[in-house]
């Protein structure tokens, strides 16, 4: 792997664990952790945290979808997509024997019951 696509992995990872608590915080009926915020934030002039939070969280959405498809073409054709396992598979163990019969000696094949 390159620095690139490591750089990158790691984006997607810190936005995934934001979206994550950003999710965490919103609430529909407006008893989440969002009410603990809402008037703290309208002395700032926020009102509507419901609001910003959706937008937060499709942001984060974009950012992460933007940044694996970009992280995806940072691999390029060097990337391992072009192996063909059929041949490790293949190759890998040989035929399984036939399943061994147990040593078997009967005295008096006669008192077998018959099928």
Same mark, same amino acid.
């Given at each position: 792997?390159n620095? &690139?696509f490591t750089?990158?992995?790691? $984006?997607?990872?810190i936005?995934? *664990? =934001?979206?994550?608590?950003v999710?965490? #915080?919103?609430?529909g009926?407006?008893?989440?952790?969002a009410s603990n915020?809402?008037?703290?934030?309208?002395t700032?002039? &926020?009102?509507?945290?419901?609001?910003? $939070?959706?937008?937060i969280?499709? *942001? =984060?959405?974009a950012v992460?979808?933007? #940044?694996?498809?970009?992280?995806?073409?940072t691999l390029?054709k060097g990337g391992?997509?072009?192996i063909?396992?059929t041949?490790?598979?293949?190759?890998?163990?040989?035929?399984?024997p036939?399943?061994?019969?147990?040593p078997?000696?009967?005295?008096?094949p006669?008192a077998?019951p018959?099928e």
């Amino acid at each position: 792997m390159n620095a &690139v696509f490591t750089i990158l992995t790691v $984006l997607v990872i810190i936005a995934a *664990v =934001l979206l994550v608590l950003v999710v965490l #915080l919103q609430n529909g009926k407006g008893e989440g952790m969002a009410s603990n915020f809402v008037a703290g934030n309208q002395t700032f002039g &926020v009102r509507q945290t419901a609001d910003i $939070l959706e937008k937060i969280t499709w *942001v =984060l959405v974009a950012v992460i979808l933007a #940044l694996s498809i970009v992280s995806s073409f940072t691999l390029g054709k060097g990337g391992n997509a072009d192996i063909d396992i059929t041949d490790q598979i293949e190759g890998a163990a040989p035929e399984q024997p036939e399943f061994p019969t147990a040593p078997i000696e009967i005295e008096n094949p006669e008192a077998l019951p018959a099928e």
